[in-house]
């Protein structure tokens, strides 16, 4: 059982949902990001989705892509995210750690350093998911397998549009949990219609057995409670994202602490 796979387990037994923060690696300060995953981890995350910075992201609204922009200037690439949850995993070692990004770091990873250099570095670790938001499914059975023998899962997006044949796609190569996106559109962008997401569960439930995540528009408590009374976890970004983004580094983690020990107090309401 993965680390992903048992945390799910034992928030059912409990009758709780999971918290899912993301922030973006190297971001607000370069080297501030373990110390920060120590304190969401402490706050009440569940699961903690880290941003690898990419020049060209295609779901990521103006805060999370200021963010990557930020971190990249900074020298932060995924040799210098896989160091920072080794560190992380030096205090924590049951909090999840997901990935989350694009192919093209992935894939020069294995180019510099060797075919499979990815998944094998990043189970050493101490990453127990990947999303990849350009990787479709019909092409991922491979890496879904690689990264599943080293103890990882693959973790995929369904959105508003999501076709039966797409969800059953997902469903034949994801573990861990789907993550459903939310709006139409990129993260950060227009308003959550609850209603919406309440409709849409079932339907991507007929298909996938894992848990369900929703994200993309969560904002605050309010937001969230709402969500969590349908879904299996809840996914706050941008709003994170702002939040720290010009705070002095001696008020970061206290910041994001804070926001999230109210997001823990509204889900487990």
């Known amino acids: 059982m993965s680390r992903i796979d048992a945390t799910f387990a034992r928030l059912r037994e409990q009758g709780r949902k ?6 973006t690696a190297g971001f607000p300060q370069p080297d501030i990001t373990p110390e920060l995953m120590w304190g969401m981890a ?14 060209d992201p ?6 999370i892509q200021k963010a990557g922009d930020r971190a990249l200037a900074a020298g932060i690439g995924l040799r210098e995210v896989l160091a920072m949850v080794t560190t992380f995993r030096q205090r924590d070692t049951s909090t999840p750690v997901v990935l989350m990004g694009y192919a093209n770091p992935i894939e ?10 990815f998944v094998r570095d990043a189970a050493t670790a101490g990453v127990d998911g990947v999303l990849v938001v350009d990787y479709p499914p019909e092409e991922c059975a491979e890496f ?7 103890g990882m899962d693959l973790i995929f997006l369904l959105a508003p549009t999501s076709t039966d044949e797409r969800m059953a796609e ?3 190569v994801a573990s ?5 996106v939310s709006l139409k559109g990129v993260t950060g962008a227009g308003t959550l219609d ?3 997401v309440e409709a849409m569960l079932p339907r991507i439930r007929a298909h996938v057995s894992i848990p369900v995540g929703v994200g993309f528009g969560i904002r605050d408590a309010d937001t969230a409670r709402a969500i969590g009374r349908t879904s299996d976890a809840v996914v706050i970004g941008s709003r994170l994202i702002q939040l720290i983004e010009n705070e002095p580094r001696d008020r970061v983690v206290a910041t994001a602490a804070g926001f999230l020990g109210t997001i823990r107090q509204a889900l487990d309401a």
């Open 42 to 55: 402490e706050a009440g995350a569940d699961v903690i989705e880290l941003g690898v910075p990419f020049s």
């Open 176 to 180: 861990g949990y789907v993550y459903y």
């Open 194 to 196: 609850v209603s919406q």
């Open 18 to 23: 999971a918290l899912i923060p993301f922030v």
């Open 170 to 172: 997902v469903a034949r």
């Open 108 to 117: 020069r990873y294995d180019q510099v350093h060797g075919t499979g250099a």
């Open 58 to 63: 295609s779901a990521d609204g103006p805060v």
């Open 144 to 150: 879904a397998q690689a990264l599943r023998s080293h």
